[in-house]
């Protein structure tokens, strides 16, 4: 059978051609998402019969993503299946939406249910709510941009571009020096994720801005458009702890100088961290996006 093969960025416009074929909102089916992170979850990918099959590692374990193409889709799941017995491998199937469930159950009955965990649940704002920021729920966001903007009259916001993204990537260096980051695997990951964004901003399609203050940099965030159009995800943002204001200033200005003919914002998951939820709550999301995984439902019936 076919081989599942390393994501390289190359494979852009191979796996635009079939993600795109479904409207997702969820930043899992972002293409620069997943080209970046394709190391550190080891991500591989196999096209047959028409579909693009995605495996991927999740806590030490092999997953695959909802296959995406035009033809019979309950053939590309025996395929999987068949994969799946061929290299002894269990048949998990993971970030899957509602929707994909639905057309699962349709082809399976009852065969499967979906998990979904609060904790890696999307974040999606409405564009106009974190642009205007307007009302009483939103009063300590203005008050922390008023004050940046009352410590730092010669503040400046600018895309981030070739020319300046040698500065930028020395920025989230720095960023990373001053938060211990070599000292946790993860964030030292979400580093080199983030630097190689930079570094192939084009290629993946990406925009990002910059807060500059007496010339430097003090905060930045990149992301990409999601597959609906309608969406765009936030998938870096970093801003130095001791200015203040700093986080909610570049989160607004990016989203007035770029983002304004979107209508959602997705700023992603929070992974269960409280200080993160607490931060993404405080923006009133109007929705989180979910994805799941499967699972077989028991052959056992009660009697």
Known sequence: MEQFKKITYDDYATLKEYITLRSHTVCDYSIGNIIL????????????????????????????????????LKKAFEWLAEYCREQNL?????????????????????????????????????????????????HKKKNHINRFMKDNTDWSYEPITDENTPDVILMVKEWCKANQCCDDPDKAAEICVAIHGLMHRKELCMIGG?????????????????????????????????????????????????????????????????????????????????????IEKSSVTNK
């Open 210 to 294: 910059i807060l500059k203050i007496q010339g430097r940099i003090v905060a930045m965030t990149m992301g990409e458009a999601a597959d609906d159009q309608k969406t765009f995800i936030i998938h870096f943002e970093k801003a130095f702890a001791d200015v203040n204001g700093a986080y909610p200033m570049i989160n607004q200005q990016f989203i007035l100088h770029e983002l304004m003919n979107y209508t959602y914002v997705n700023r992603e998951e929070d992974l269960g961290i409280e200080g993160l939820r607490q931060a993404k709550e405080s923006y009133y999301p109007v929705f989180l996006a979910e994805a799941g995984m499967l």
């Open 90 to 138: 269990p048949m998990h199937i993971n970030i899957i939406d509602s929707s994909m469930y639905e057309e699962i159950n349709q082809l399976f009955p009852d065969q499967y249910d979906i998990i979904y965990s609060r904790d890696n649940a999307d974040y999606i704002y409405n564009i106009s709510d974190l642009a205007e920021l307007a009302g009483k729920k939103y």
């Open 37 to 72: 992170w394709s190391d550190v979850y080891q991500t591989r990918y196999a096209i047959a019969d028409g579909f693009l099959f995605i495996q991927f590692s999740y806590n030490g374990e092999v997953h695959f993503a909802f296959p995406h193409g035009k033809g019979d």
